[in-house]
Nanobody
Framework: QVQLVESGGGLVQAGGSLRLSCAAS????????MNWYRQAPGKQRELVAG???????NYADSVKGRFTISRDNAKNTVYLQMNSLKPEDTAVYYCNAEVLAAGTFIFNDYWGQGTQVTVSS
């Protein structure tokens, strides 16, 4: 089994910063892409940022220049540094990873439980 555990969410004022972490654990052979998604009330889940195992990154236009995704492959952990936060960044943030687990032969998608980020104006 593979688990993704997020941490670092909370309440922050507009213009502030937060850092999210997500650690993958379990019977992991390899982790490919790791991503952060978010879902605001009444809206669809959207991709915020992604990073490949080689370090290539991509961002949603709405967060470019403010958010930075990074990872520590040795720890199977992905981070999301969020700066200059805006009220519209308020959402539940979910970690997602493509994982090859022991006893399997394909990469499967795994999700964390989500962490709430609230930005007050």
């Amino acid at each position: 089994q593979v688990q993704l555990v997020e941490s670092g969410g909370g309440l922050v004022q507009a213009g502030g910063s937060l850092r999210l972490s997500c650690a993958a654990s379990g019977s992991i052979i390899r982790v490919n892409a790791m991503n952060w998604y978010r879902q605001a009330p009444g809206k669809q889940r959207e991709l915020v940022a992604g990073i490949t195992s080689g370090g290539r990154t991509n961002y949603a236009d709405s967060v470019k220049g403010r958010f930075t995704i990074s990872r520590d492959n040795a720890k199977n952990t992905v981070y999301l540094q969020m700066n200059s936060l805006k009220p519209e960044d308020t959402a539940v943030y979910y970690c997602n990873a493509e994982v090859l687990a022991a006893g399997t032969f394909i990469f499967n998608d795994y999700w964390g439980q989500g962490t709430q980020v609230t930005v007050s104006s």
